[in-house]
């Protein structure tokens, strides 16, 4: 984790919240690792998309002195979004992510090249 300069979390959204596998990793990463550093983030939930997997890893972010760019993509319905190939097939989801992921390279080179 140290080596990077920007990051993108995913996570599925189970019983309203991240899940198990994502909070375990964020209780394993720490400032020292990287704080200072960009994070966009995502979720998946099989119904209709809500906000609370990533204002719990925005928090979480928050407290490894991690940066979350304004962005972030949400996708309800998740199974909808990809064909039977698991190809992303929802082309709003797929301009998200990318507007999502451009966010946190220009976010990341501007954090990285500014530290004091």
Sequence with gaps: ATECDGYILT?????GTMSGVMKNTLDWVY???VGGKAFGLMSTLGGISNSN????MRIAVRWIHGW???EQVAVGKVKEAFDDDNNLTDTDVAERVVGLAQ??????????DNKE
């Design 103 to 112: 966010s946190v390279v220009k976010a990341a080179i501007m954090l990285r």
């Design 53 to 56: 997997t990533l204002n719990h």
């Design 11 to 15: 996570s599925p959204e189970y019983h």
């Design 31 to 33: 400032k020292d690792h």
């Design 68 to 70: 979350c760019v304004p």
